[in-house]
Nanobody, 115 residues
Framework: QAHVVESGGGLVQPGGSLRLSCAAS????????MSWYRQAPGKQRELVAS???????NYADSVKGRFTISRDNAKNAVALQMNSLKPEDTAVYLC?????????WGQGTQVTVSS
């Protein structure tokens, strides 16, 4: 069993930056893909960015060039650096990890972009 906890959300003005962090703990034998999703009110959950254990990344078109995902394999951690934030980035951001052939989700952290 793994436990996933996110941190770093908050309120930021348009054009600002935030850094989200996610740490996985527990009995993890093999940690594979780590991802960030987001869900805005009334919308479906969408993949924002993912990173494999070899460092290969994938981004949603809407965040390319603005967001950067990174991971620290030694700490079972993943981060999402978000720059040039827009109001449409407002959502609950959730961390998902694939470990030992199972997916584990955090509870999410709120990101609000507003003036």
């Amino acid at each position: 069993q793994a436990h996933v906890v996110e941190s770093g959300g908050g309120l930021v003005q348009p054009g600002g930056s935030l850094r989200l962090s996610c740490a996985a703990s527990g009995n993890i034998f093999s940690l594979n893909v780590m991802s960030w999703y987001r869900q805005a009110p009334g919308k479906q959950r969408e993949l924002v960015a993912s990173i494999t254990n070899s460092g290969r990344t994938n981004y949603a078109d809407s965040v390319k060039g603005r967001f950067t995902i990174s991971r620290d394999n030694a700490k079972n951690a993943v981060a999402l650096q978000m720059n040039s934030l827009k109001p449409e980035d407002t959502a609950v951001y959730l961390c998902m990890i694939m470990a030992d052939l199972r997916s584990y989700w955090g509870q999410g952290t709120q990101v609000t972009v507003s003036s």
